[in-house]
């Protein structure tokens, strides 16, 4: 368990299923017994403007909202949401982009959110049991199957990426 | 779930980002939650389920609050019999909203005692909190959230128990207390100052409001989200969290002035408490006038606790929310703009008709504003441009407040009559697609009395009513539309086509209710007597 709050940033667009990987990863975070708070802005930002989600875990994590700067790790759903995003990442911080896992790797487009979860996953101490039940926890049963192969397409992909810098993730 | 096991009997409300969440969730948990048709008729519905006993959860956004305002200052002197809590769900920084008014203000012009949680779980303590000190003074309480509390989501520890038993509602006659003519309401204000007295009291040792012990040299008052900001950006600080943001509690935070060297008010938007302390010979710091605007943050509170005024560094690029690609409305606001169309807006998804590539909205104020501002427009613009007028409205809109604006337009025509557009997608769709009086479904889309918006129109005595498929004739619509605007008699169309989110969904609970009612219209079994269940 890190011995500081970790925090997490979720971009993309309204309907991409940004406050849902946020969601999973919160819950998953709790199964793993951490304190875990989340914080988004929706509403009008649904209608296919931006959207972003905060979620912060750790053994106690104050404020909702990440300080700029602050994030060690951002999801981007969207290649348009990645720059303007960038400021809330850390200098050592891990950008996740959305061309991360190619769409040739997932069977339905609409799981790159569960995938690039996968992707993260390869840098938190949270385990593949605690990921499982959040992932089931939030989707129909029907989509489960298509998602958590998206899960280790995702993760494969990042493993792959590591490799390649010859660099592992910290965290 | 806070209002479940506060045992709350009714909960009422009207959808408004961010308070929209809490009677959707209250109804999933089984509790009773009904949406009304706008804020003013379910806080009435509340106070009258109050008046007989019940525990009542109101929920509402901010700019809600002043739909309700008129029965809320006078349910002030009236009290309650049972609990009435209304949730004020306020945006600091318009994530969502029309405004960024501070309703901590209300609480003082209504003398009504208000409570703000800083946290998920003090969403849930003080909610029944809140139940508790309404049921114990009989008087209205405001739990007051703000965007970041309500869309936040962190773990609650629920408790076992919180409230004694809630006795069965019954109605008692209290003519003094409940009729509010001049003679009973004088002495009915009295009394409510004597019980804002008697909650100040409770109020400076409530354990609502709490002192975290720190460094002497930097003592920071502060209320709801705030908090969090504030434990983060100076964690040595001694911290007074207020829970209880009217009335505040003096004393206690005269004493804990006194007791630091130097003491700031970190808050929200308005300076109400820094003005409130000053009044009161309290010697603090409040922020400067910049940081009245927006959202606080973590560096924000840093900036303030360093007296930072330098310009902040500008927001992120963000890409704006747009109609959606397959949304109903496309068709009317290209020949809105085709037309050259002036327009009166109001408040929905559709307001986005103002974007690019339409551009075609002219105002939008406040809910249901949409009718009156067009008809002031079209009674004073020379004939060419008053023509040009159009009100337009959604469907949702018009059941809240666009009813009143129908009638002024019946009664108070302009020369050039008047066009209003009811577009009815058959939903709230801007808050997440909820149910109104026009659909004909309930909070938890069961079958039940159905508005027509057409219906309502005719009734008023609008000469010209049509109702009109802009998608399927966009071409009809615009033929009809351009009649309408050179005749001068008063015309209502209403453009309907289901939400192109909410379409799959409307055809579900219909093919649900239609099952339902053909399974209760089936003969009772003949064994029992009651309806054959299979």
Known sequence: ?171 | MAALDGEVALGTGYPGTPSTEILEAFAALGGRAQWAPNEKVALEVGLGAAFAGARVLVTMKHVGVNVAADPLFTAAYTGVDGALVLVSADDPGMASSQNEQDNRRYAVAAGIPMLEPASSQEAYDFTVAALELSGRFHIPVILRMTTRVCHSKSVVVRRERPLPPAPPPRFVRDIRGRVMVPAFARPAHRKLREKLTAIQDWAETSTLNRVHAGSPALGIVVNGISFQHVREAAPEASVFQLGVVHPLPLEALRRFAAGVERCVVIEEGDPVVADALSAAGIRVEGKPEMYRFGELSVSRVRRILAGDVSPEPPPARQKPPELCEACPYHPVYGTLQRMGCIVAGDIGCYTLGVMEPYQAMDTCVAMGASVGVGLGLRHVLPEEQARKVVSIIGDSTFIHSGLNGLVEMVYNPPATGHVLIVLDNGTTAMTGQQEHPGTGRTLEHEATGHVSIEGMARAAGVQNVDVVDPVKDPKGFEELLSRRLAGNDLSVIVARRPCILAAADIRHYEKLNSEKAAAAAAPPCAACGSPDAA
């Not at chain 1, 988004?40 to 700067?69: K, L, N, W, Y």
């Open chain 1, 1 to 171: 368990m890190p011995h500081r709050v970790v925090n997490v940033v979720f971009a993309g667009l309204g309907g991409q299923g940004v406050i849902k990987a946020s969601d999973v990863l919160a819950d998953a975070a709790f199964r793993a017994g951490h304190d875990v708070k989340k914080a988004e802005i929706h509403g009008m930002s649904q209608r296919g403007g931006s959207v972003t989600s905060d979620v912060r875990f750790g053994p106690a994590v104050h404020s909702p909202m990440i300080p700029d700067g602050h994030a060690d790790f951002l999801v981007v759903l969207a290649p348009t949401q990645v720059e303007n995003n960038l400021h809330q990442l850390r200098e050592t911080g891990v950008l996740f982009p959305p061309d991360l896992v190619p769409d040739a790797a997932l069977r339905n487009k609409r799981s790159l959110n569960v995938a690039l979860l996968g992707a993260l996953s390869f840098h938190l101490d949270i385990s593949d049991e605690h990921w499982r039940e959040a992932i089931s926890a939030s989707l129909p049963e029907r989509l489960l199957a298509v998602n958590l192969e998206a899960f280790e397409a995702g993760r494969a992909a990042e493993r792959a990426r590591a490799a390649g810098k010859g660099t592992h993730g910290h965290a």
